[in-house]
């Protein structure tokens, strides 16, 4: 047994170095493929650069000769106008000559003064005698020392460093996230960057197992990317970024870990009246009261009991009414989220239909009754649009109604800090602030809307503007804020 599996281990042993020797004599095929195609590479890089000299080489040859040509022109313009001027000179000569073999005085004087008259006039004396342009063409030579030294050190191109991600510079914003970074030492040679990104539960450092895989966004210029149109269904996302030149990549950065954890969920349609149509975010009025959805919505819930939705958070605490109770009735026309706040701030949007009558968006204790309205309660927070007739706005909460006298925006922003006992909402556009309540929460607090004529659609997963949290702060440093209408 023992010589067994002695043999044994000699042969796994024989099967591993016959493995590793086809595996020596394929990197050894590779390595001599790739200094062949680097070779090639490098004679089309010195190729071109010959071609840019050779191009750079005529081109200033062409000038040069254009040089010649504007002088030789020049000084053949010259040289003819010196042939005339001594010709004409010369004939002058000539004549003057002739008119000293005159022995009759007075034609001897006719003479003279034409020949005075003649010389006056000559070109000959008008001439500069000096070449236009000089012989010289030294200031058409090139030195080329700079760029011989500059040749002789060029080198392979480095791998560039990796990347440092700033932080601070890093910014987590409605669905959006912004992220910055930075080269260690300046580099000319980066041609562009890589970012890698992923989704994970768990803070700090990317794990081996159970993570997601990186989404890769390649080819950014700059040193500063969005990242946009996200959902933020996990607590967290790891980023980081790599460096690339012409030839090669470099490390990545340190990976970062971004919160980017925010309320999410969905309308339950277990909860909802029967005059409304519940589809995921959106609900609309139904005004056949549910006749003929019944068999479709009894389906639904009965799959939903059994399977999870897959855009739900499984770590998102439930509401534990959910399927458990009776609808709403009579004219609480009124729908829940199917996820609790128990704690922390969370934002969300609601878009009303602009045929909408009337609406009320806020949220409530858990187990309200059946035919409770919201707002109408002590359990229940609301701003609640009644366009019927002629609009009306009000924030709404234990039966107490207060006039909101300002425009009704498109969008309503609701932000709910549960430990620090505020509910406010905004003008999810402009950030503007509607409203506020303040309230000591004592038990989970259920998203709630109630619609009648028309439909809503509410916007999740979406993390607290900074506008807002501007705002926040300004508002908490304000004395005599709190609203009218808290417990």
Avoid at 105 to 126: C, G, H, M, N
Wanted: charged share 25%; glycine share 6%; proline share 3%.
């Amino acid at each position: 047994e023992t010589l067994q599996r002695i043999v044994s281990t000699l042969v796994n042993k024989n099967d591993e170095i016959h493995n590793f020797i086809d595996m020596l004599n394929h990197t050894i095929s590779n390595v001599q493929v790739n200094s062949s195609n680097a070779i090639s590479e490098l004679d089309e890089e010195f190729d071109g650069l010959y071609s840019v000299l050779h191009e750079m080489k005529g081109s200033m040859a062409n000038t040069i000769q254009q040089e010649e040509a504007r002088k030789i022109q020049a000084l053949q313009d010259q040289l003819s106008q010196c042939s005339r001027a001594l010709e004409s000179s010369e004939e002058l000569l000539e004549l003057a000559v002739q008119s000293l073999d005159i022995k009759n005085p007075a034609e001897l004087l006719e003479a003279a003064r034409q020949i005075k008259d003649s010389v006056t006039v000559a070109s000959a004396f008008r001439l500069s005698l000096k070449p236009k342009v000089s012989d010289s063409m030294t200031h058409m030579m090139v030195d080329f020392a700079l760029e011989k030294r500059m040749l002789q050190a060029v080198k392979f191109l480095p791998v560039p460093k990796a990347p440092e991600i700033d932080v601070a510079a890093c910014l987590v914003a409605d669905n959006c996230i912004t992220i910055s970074w930075r080269m260690p030492e300046e580099d000319s040679r980066i041609d562009h960057f890589v970012l890698e990104y992923r989704k994970t539960n768990f803070d700090g450092l990317p794990r081996l197992k159970g993570e997601q895989r990186w989404e890769l966004v390649d080819y950014i210029k700059a040193t500063q990317y969005t990242l946009s149109g996200l959902k933020f269904d996990t607590k967290y996302m790891n980023l980081r970024v790599q460096a690339c030149n012409k030839a090669v990549a470099g490390e990545y950065s340190d990976p970062v870990t971004l919160e980017t954890k925010a309320f999410l969920f969905s309308l339950d349609s277990t909860s909802s009246h029967l005059n409304l149509k519940v589809e995921d975010t959106y609900v609309e009025w139904d005004p056949t009261g549910g006749k003929g959805q019944e068999k479709i919505k009894g389906k639904e819930n009965k799959n939903r009991s059994n399977t999870a939705s897959p855009k739900r958070s499984t770590n998102s605490p439930r509401a534990s009414a959910r399927g458990g109770r009776d609808r709403f009735a009579g004219e609480s026309y009124t729908v829940l989220g199917d996820t609790a706040v128990e704690s922390g701030q969370h934002y969300w949007e609601v878009r009303a239909q602009k045929d909408c009558k009337s609406y009320s968006v806020g949220v409530t204790y858990r187990n309200p009754g059946k035919f409770d309205q919201l707002g109408k309660t002590n359990s229940s927070w609301c701003i609640h649009i009644n366009n019927w007739l002629q609009t009306t706005f009000s924030a709404k909460h234990n039966n107490k109604a207060k006039t909101l006298d300002i425009p009704v925006p498109d969008r309503i922003g609701v932000y709910c800090d549960f430990d620090g006992g505020q509910l406010s909402f905004y003008n999810a556009s402009s950030k503007a602030l509607l409203h506020t309540f303040r309230a000591k929460f004592t038990q989970p607090l259920l998203p709630g809307f109630m619609i009648w004529c028309g439909g809503l659609t509410v916007s999740t997963g979406l993390q607290v503007p900074s506008a807002v949290k501007s705002l926040q702060k300004s508002e908490n440093g304000l004395s005599g804020s709190t609203s009218s209408l808290n417990n």
